[in-house]
């Protein structure tokens, strides 16, 4: 039996081993064809420094399952689906938040510079809270999404622990509903002072046009859709979630 011959995945860095006698193989990290050029020493296998950097992707998966996902996949940010019109919806119609923080539009940079950053990422970890339906519409919802914010901070902060200093959380709802409601303004919005809670608040994915549905359906992720007409009976578990760009 001979060793197997890998090539260099373009997009990720990472070693794909051949198994056919084809000229080129589908990278499963980036969906492009890899080409015979790109083969890496012949009969050799992974590099070390490609492994480490997954067994770390690896850890940051399992944090992020301790810390309360109730699960969490790892997708290639070529998958990540952003349209323009997802979000105007922000605006039209409007949304009740609009406006009201620094990471909410109109003052985040929008699909066109997300699509722009997205270049600069490989691979990111999306994951997702399963809860009863009734919560998401209830006096509980503020804690909901706070503990999003939460998990979403967190689980960047750990892939930065972990070697991956750029990595970047986004999350779900209005930062200013969630964690000044008490407050008349966004101190970092107003200039009169620095966010009160940088260590958690996140900018919403709604706000950069990123398909949350379609995101879920990339990862293999149930997104379970709930909504204040829902009937908890037909529908028992809502699902909100987040996404963090690794590198």
Known sequence: MTNPDYLKCPKSDTAIEIRTDEAAEKSPFCKKHCKKKQF?????APSSTSDKKNAKLQKVMQYAKKTGATEAKIISTIDIVVEEKLANMCLEPRCENYGLSKNCPPHVSGPSQFKKQLENFNQAIVFKIDVP?????????????QLLHEMAAG??????????????????????K??????PECLALSEKGKCRNPQYARP???????????????AGLTMN???????????????????????
Request: glycine share 8%; hydrophobic share 35%; aromatic share 10%.
């Open 225 to 247: 859709m709930a909504t204040h007409n829902t009937d908890s009976d037909e529908i028992k578990m809502g699902s909100v979630c987040g996404l963090v760009l690794i590198c």
């Open 204 to 218: 919403s994915m709604s706000g950069f046009g990123i398909n949350v549905l379609k995101l879920m359906e990339t």
């Open 155 to 176: 689980i960047e902060q750990y892939a930065v622990k972990m070697g991956f200093k750029n990595s970047k959380a986004y999350a779900g709802d209005s930062c200013k």
């Open 178 to 183: 969630i964690f000044c409601y008490d407050h």
């Open 133 to 145: 339906s009734e919560i998401l519409f209830s006096s509980e919802r503020r804690e909901l999404f």
């Open 40 to 44: 890496l020493k012949r009969s050799t």
